[in-house]
T-cell receptor
C-alpha cells in the first residue's frame, strides 16, 4: 500500500514569493492533516480536514496561508507571500477516520522542506 | 505554551542496554498518548500508543509507561539496537481533538 505522498520534497524561494505544497493521502483515509515543523521542534498542526471539510484551522495563519482539499482526497497548502519565518518542514498526514472520541494513528508523509531566502 | 515537553534533546545508549525516553505534559484532559519515531528526511512513523485507562502498554522491545498523577510518560526500549537511532516524539490528545507533539529526543545507540 502506498504511503502519504508529498511534493515537492524541497523548495527554495525568495521572500514575498508564493509557494504551494501538494499531498496525496493514503487511499481511503478520510482525515488529512497539515503540520509545520520548525527546526528542533515537534510538528504543530496547521489544519485538519475530515473529507472536504476543514474541521480545525484555528492555527492556520489565514492572512497568508490557505489550504484546500477538493473532492476529499488530495490537498494543497499555499503560502502567499512567504516570509523568512516560514522556513520549516511542512508535513502532511492522514488517518482512516476522525471524529470525536475516535483516535487513529496518523500516517505521515516525508514532508516538504521549505527555505525562504 | 508547550503542553507536551521532552526535556532531553538527546540520549546515547550502548547497544543491548535499555533506552528510556521521557515525556511530560501539562493538560490533565489528555487521555491518549503516542510515540513516533523519525529518521532523517522521512516523516514520523507511529511506534506505540497508550490510553489513560492503562498505565503500561508493551509491543515487543518497546514499552510505554503512563503516570497520570505525575503527568509523565516514558518509552523503554530493551534491548536497544543501532537501528533504533532516530528522533522520538511523544504526542498527546484530548478526545476528538488534535495531537500535541513534544520537541523530540534524538536517540543514538552505540554499537
Amino acid at each position: 500500500e502506498a504511503g502519504v505522498v508529498q511534493s515537492p520534497r524541497y523548495k527554495i524561494i525568495e521572500k514575498k514569493q508564493p509557494v504551494a505544497f501538494w499531498c496525496n493521502p493514503i487511499s481511503g483515509h478520510n482525515t488529512l492533516y497539515w503540520y509545520r515543523q520548525n527546526l528542533g521542534q515537534g510538528p504543530e498542526l496547521l489544519i485538519r480536514y475530515e473529507n472536504e471539510e476543514a474541521v480545525d484551522d484555528s492555527q492556520l495563519p489565514k492572512d497568508r496561508f490557505s489550504a484546500e482539499r477538493l473532492k476529499g482526497v488530495d490537498s494543497t497548502l499555499k503560502i502567499q507571500p512567504a516570509e523568512l519565518g516560514d522556513s520549516a518542514v511542512y508535513l502532511c498526514a492522514s488517518s482512516p477516520w476522525g471524529g470525536r472520541n475516535i483516535y487513529n494513528e496518523q500516517f505521515f508523509g516525508p514532508g516538504t522542506r521549505l527555505t525562504v531566502l | 505554551d508547550q503542553q507536551v515537553k521532552q526535556n532531553s534533546p538527546s540520549l546515547s545508549v550502548q547497544e543491548g542496554r535499555i533506552s528510556i525516553l521521557n515525556c511530560d505534559y501539562t493538560n490533565s484532559m489528555f487521555d491518549y498518548f503516542l510515540w513516533y519515531k523519525k529518521y532523517p528526511a522521512e516523516g514520523p512513523t507511529f511506534l506505540i500508543s497508550i490510553s489513560s485507562i492503562k498505565d503500561k502498554n508493551e509491543d515487543g522491545r518497546f514499552t510505554v509507561f503512563l503516570n497520570k498523577s505525575a503527568k509523565h510518560l516514558s518509552l523503554h526500549i530493551v534491548p536497544s539496537q543501532p537501528g533504533d537511532s532516530a528522533v522520538y516524539f511523544c504526542a498527546a490528545s484530548e478526545p476528538g481533538n488534535q495531537f500535541y507533539f513534544g520537541t523530540g529526543t534524538s536517540l543514538t545507540v552505540i554499537p
